[in-house]
């Protein structure tokens, strides 16, 4: 697998150039002591911020000193993310350790700061994979295809599993939950009603490493394949299937029905999975986006898909959704 830390060679008198014409503008002097706390003899070259990150805030930082230029990238979590996980980053830096030892295209984990010293909550410094996010393949098919190939890989990954959370616990937390409004506009009541009465008593697969979030926006690609898999806060060990139903929808959303099916097909005939309670996970999933359709629909056209509108989005989820309920 390739190094994800790109570092190239280049001429002595081109970086002295570029360090001493280097004035860092005041929200950039925080990036330039991460730099300084991985190489004190490195300067700081250049701050990108990377697009498409919601949960956690990306920034590329180029550095150097006169013989070479590297580039990592610093992962910040949002303040809600560690609301809800105040362990969030250590988690995800553990959790790409793990991968990284099975040989998964995953972001090198190079430093894990907790101290507060630079940035006031814990980030991690990770290196930067090679490849772009593909919101609208030319090739619907093989893209959904080579997808469920990549899950596969991922579900295979073999080790300790004491350090995920447990699928099936959050799920039952989940459904036992009340809230003071329902979003009625995807039958919200009605969703959580049917899987109420049939959860407890369904056939789990053999749960396997997930990713938790595989949608199109974690993955990268180039010259048609993936090469990257980004972004595991969310990892956890359970069904497949749950990851396979989240899945579905996004492609759904984004490529339509036949891509989605697919994605599904290529993944339940090699991976010879029992694939029978899907729709009930299908179910799950369509729960994820309660109150949160025109969010996503404002994140669609961010990141270049004005053809997708908030209407659009209810209509998937209908079709989603009422197949799920007329299968369970």
């Known amino acids: 697998m390739k190094e994800h830390s790109k570092?190239?060679?280049t001429t002595n008198r081109g970086i002295s150039k570029r360090l001493n014409r280097s004035r860092l503008l005041s929200s950039d002097r925080k990036f330039a002591q991460v730099v300084s706390s991985l190489d004190p003899a490195a300067r700081l070259i250049e701050v990108r911020k990377l697009s498409g990150g919601i949960s956690a805030e990306m920034t590329a930082l180029k550095f150097g000193d006169d013989k070479t230029v590297s580039s990592v990238v610093v992962r910040r979590h949002s303040e809600k993310s560690f609301e809800e996980n105040p362990n969030i980053a250590h988690f995800e830096f553990e959790v790409?350790?793990?991968m990284r030892q099975a040989g998964l295209p995953v972001p090198h984990p190079y430093h894990l700061d907790i101290t507060g010293k630079i940035f006031r909550r814990p980030f991690a410094v990770l290196g930067l994979l090679e490849g772009d996010t593909i919101y609208a393949p030319d090739d619907k098919l093989t893209y959904g295809q080579k997808m469920a190939?990549?899950?596969m890989v991922i579900h295979s990954t073999t080790g300790q599993s004491d350090l995920l959370p447990e699928q099936k616990k959050r799920l039952d937390k989940d459904l036992a939950k009340t809230k003071d409004k329902w979003d009625d506009a995807?039958?919200?009541q009605k969703i959580r009603a049917r899987l109420k009465s049939i959860w407890p008593g369904i056939k789990l697969n053999e749960s396997k490493v997930l990713h938790g979030d595989?949608?199109?926006g974690n993955i990268l690609w180039q010259d048609g394949e993936i090469t990257g898999v980004l972004d595991w806060e969310d990892c956890e060990f359970g069904d497949p299937l749950l990851e396979i139903a989240i899945t579905r929808?996004?492609?759904l959303c984004i490529c339509g029905v036949e891509c989605m099916e697919a994605f599904t097909s290529r993944y339940i005939e090699r991976s010879c999975i029992d694939g029978s309670n899907l729709p009930v996970y299908d179910l799950f999933a369509s729960l994820r986006p309660a109150g949160k359709l025109g969010e996503w629909a404002r994140g669609w056209r961010e990141l270049g898909r004005e053809d997708i509108t908030e209407q659009d989005l209810y209509?998937?989820?209908k079709i989603f959704?009422?197949?799920a309920l007329a299968s369970t």
Do not use: A, G, N, V
Request: glycine fraction near 0%.
């Open 7 to 9: 570092t190239t060679k």
């Open 96 to 98: 790409l350790k793990f």
């Open 149 to 151: 190939e990549m899950l």
């Open 186 to 188: 995807i039958e919200e």
């Open 214 to 216: 595989f949608w199109p």
């Open 249 to 251: 929808f996004d492609l």
């Open 315 to 317: 209509q998937s989820h």
């Open 321 to 323: 959704r009422e197949k």
